[in-house]
């Protein structure tokens, strides 16, 4: 294989993840961490001026550009954000040198296993890579070692195993569907050729295969009744952590149930898998929202906030249709944008405070005015107001239901209202009313915050046409 | 496919599903380990059966992962570290026997009835082998469900793996590279594992998972 953007996207990371374990001194590795994610993230533009050419393991089509442009874009400013926030808890005394050294190199091999799952052109290579990225991720989320960490790490490992696991099983069903019409061997594990075959492969074994793999990787997108690792995980692991997780992971696992999706589209006799991906995904927006109301802790909040999202967009792809398709690939990209951007701001409130206990903080706007009035925009956007980005996606994904099934739209806009509801009670209280808890300073970068946010504002406000056509010919793809 | 080759292959994967049965009620540590050597040992034989069946070499390197850190590796290994955690004489109360091997009995049915009438145009050992196969996935998960010590849950999950790759096995001609990956993620899975224990001994002084569950974020 000649060496190009798409070997690049990967080198990049893997090599940096061998150096980042050898190297040590914090300050040193950090860069080193933030310019690795730099140059994976401009490998990845370039993939829209040059396409490489797709081979049996690899593969770039406009579907996976959008989600590797995200990713390594997200990473990006999550490794800048990441450098300030690991600094300030080696000063406190959370994390020894030693832990920073192996959770640079851990999160260089999260970001390779990451993109390897999104340009696998492979069922078999694309499961071996999310399992790489979700061990990486368990190995984070206990980093800190307290009783809470190991709980959620373990409560994380186990139930993301056991989902990896009923994935393999639905990925070698589709493998065998496959053998009898393509033959044996690597070929009938190959999407692009799979993707021209599916039409002639035996309904009844995708159906059952589709199943194991909804299921599989739904627990890893955090699907209601499947999510219990997530509220663990985001809360109890490093912040920078709960932003890739959400922003990225997610999409990842999300990533590989759509490529299912299409290929099962392409089989008349095979079940439609839109049906079972909106009631999944409507279950988990109704049951998150509602959640939302008991959480006490910020980190957790949010990620059931994370759970809600997830769930609009499963059922945005599960309905289907370029409107419906436009609309979910526009909400996944602002909520992987706004989310992070929150969770860049909570870490460094919960750094100030030195608690994510949401009753010990209180008046945010008024002591810390940047991190108050970002975590208003974040929460503002998040929840769903107008003018910004997600405004607009949830009312695509709402207004197109609409015309196709009113009943189901009435239950998605009613969990989106519920959810705003419980957001904005919870903002209330942390960024207005009474001060509370230390107010000393902030020492962070808000570069990655604002630059999210604003890109969620622009999109609320203007799309550029490039994009729009860009996303439509993803739309049309998804089918 | 059929005679000798068909009733051996079917032997060897029939016993899996029974050893899987024998993992859910025992209630010693050392035993439960014994026992999970011998699930990975008749792993081993079932895949190198199918490599000669199937003629297909790359299958014995699979086995032989099976037999070399399945069946020993990992069995002396978590031997030790429960030696080293001072666990070995604990004894742990399985409780509803009768229940849980109810169930096992029904989720093997389930398997039975779903596999058998979907693949009814494969042919007659990948069928078995895919019915047997998701009977101890299901059996594994049903492990991990009705088990509270961590080890317990380990090899209830260790078991389920060895399913997944009995159902490798039974496709056709699948290619090495996923073999080989699976291999490679259960060591990984293995070292977490490890790491795991330690960390939990370190913080609890047990590897009572009811402990872990007393310290929850949110119900203080």
Not at chain 1, 70 to 92: C, D, K, P, Q, R
Request: proline share 4%; charged share 10%; net charge neutral.
């Amino acid at each position: 294989m000649s060496f190009d953007a798409l070997s690049a996207i990967l080198l990049i990371p893997a090599g940096a993840a061998v150096l980042l374990a050898m190297l040590p001194g914090y300050r040193l590795t950090a860069q080193l961490n933030v310019l690795a994610s730099l140059l994976a993230f401009l490998a990845s533009v370039s993939l829209f001026f040059v396409t490489p050419v797709s081979g049996p393991y690899l593969l770039v089509d406009d579907l996976n550009k959008v989600f590797i442009v995200l990713n390594t874009f997200v990473g990006f400013t999550t490794a800048m954000f990441s450098a300030s926030y690991i600094g300030h808890e080696i000063e406190t005394g959370k994390l020894t040198p030693r832990f920073v050294r192996f959770y640079h190199a851990m999160y260089q091999v999260l970001m390779f296993g990451m993109n390897l799952s999104l340009v696998a052109n492979n069922i078999g290579l694309m499961w071996v890579a999310i399992e790489l990225a979700t061990l990486s991720t368990v190995l984070m989320v206990g980093i800190y070692r307290t009783h809470e960490a190991l709980e959620a790490a373990w409560k994380y490992f186990i139930l993301a195993s056991v989902g990896i696991g009923l994935a393999l099983f639905g990925t070698i069903l589709v493998y065998m569907a496959a053998q009898p019409v393509v033959g044996e061997g690597l070929n009938a594990m190959v999407w692009t050729v799979l993707m021209t075959k599916a039409q002639h492969f035996d309904p009844a074994l995708l159906d059952v295969a589709f199943v194991f793999l909804l299921l599989g990787y739904g627990t890893k997108v955090g699907l209601a009744p499947l999510h219990a690792w997530l509220p663990d995980a985001h809360a109890e692991g490093p912040t920078p952590i709960s932003a890739v997780l959400s922003g990225l992971l997610l999409n990842v696992a999300l990533y590989a149930l759509l490529r299912f999706k299409m290929l099962l589209a392409l089989n008349p006799v095979a079940i439609a898998p839109g049906p079972l991906m909106v009631t999944m995904g409507l279950i988990s927006c109704l049951f998150a929202a509602f959640m939302l109301y008991r959480r006490r802790d910020i980190k957790r909040l949010f990620a059931y906030s994370s759970i809600e999202h997830m769930g609009i967009i499963v059922f945005a792809f599960g309905m289907g249709g370029p409107l419906a398709n436009f609309a979910g690939l526009l909400h996944m990209t602002m909520h992987s944008l706004t989310k992070s951007a929150i969770f860049f701001t909570v870490g460094n409130i919960s750094q100030v405070k030195g608690t994510q206990k949401i009753a010990d903080m209180g008046g945010l706007t008024e002591t810390h005015p940047v991190l108050g009035w970002g975590l208003v925009l974040g929460v503002v956007a998040i929840a769903g107001l107008p003018p910004l980005g997600i405004f607009m996606s949830e009312f695509l994904v709402v207004t197109s239901t609409f015309a196709r099934e009113p009943w189901l739209a009435v239950l998605l806009g009613l969990g989106i209202l519920v959810a705003l509801g419980g957001l904005l009670l919870r903002l209330n209280a942390v960024a207005f009313g009474e001060p509370k808890g230390p107010v000393g300073p902030v020492h962070a970068s808000y570069v990655p915050m604002f630059a999210h946010l604003a890109i969620v504002f622009m999109a609320g406000v203007y799309l550029p046409p490039a994009l729009v056509t860009g996303f439509e010919n993803v739309a049309r793809l998804l089918g | 496919m059929h005679g000798l080759t068909f009733d051996v292959a079917h032997l060897l994967a029939g016993s899996l599903v029974l050893v899987s049965f024998m993992l859910l009620y025992q209630s010693r540590l050392y035993a439960l380990l014994n026992i999970f050597a011998l699930h990975a040992l008749v792993l081993a034989a079932s895949v190198g059966w199918q490599a000669s069946a199937q003629d297909a070499p790359h299958l014995y390197v699979t086995a032989a992962i099976a037999l070399i850190f399945k069946a020993i590796i990992i069995p002396v290994a978590l031997h030790r570290i429960i030696v080293k955690l001072g666990i070995h004489r604990q004894i742990e109360n399985v409780v509803g026997v009768g229940l849980t091997m109810l169930l096992g009995i029904g989720l093997v049915a389930l398997s039975m009835v779903v596999m058998l009438r979907v693949t009814a145009g494969a042919d007659a050992l990948a069928r078995e082998d895919l019915a047997f196969a998701l009977s101890v996935v299901l059996l594994g998960l049903l492990m991990m469900v009705t088990r509270r010590n961590a080890v317990s849950q380990v090899i209830g999950f260790m078991s389920l793996e060895n399913g997944l790759v009995l159902a490798a096995t039974g496709a056709r001609g699948m290619p090495l590279v996923v073999e080989i990956s699976v291999a490679f993620s259960v060591l990984i899975a293995f070292i977490v594992i490890g790491i795991f224990l330690f960390r939990i001994r370190e913080r609890f002084d047990t590897v009572d998972l009811q402990a872990l569950d007393n310290f929850r974020g949110e119900r203080r």
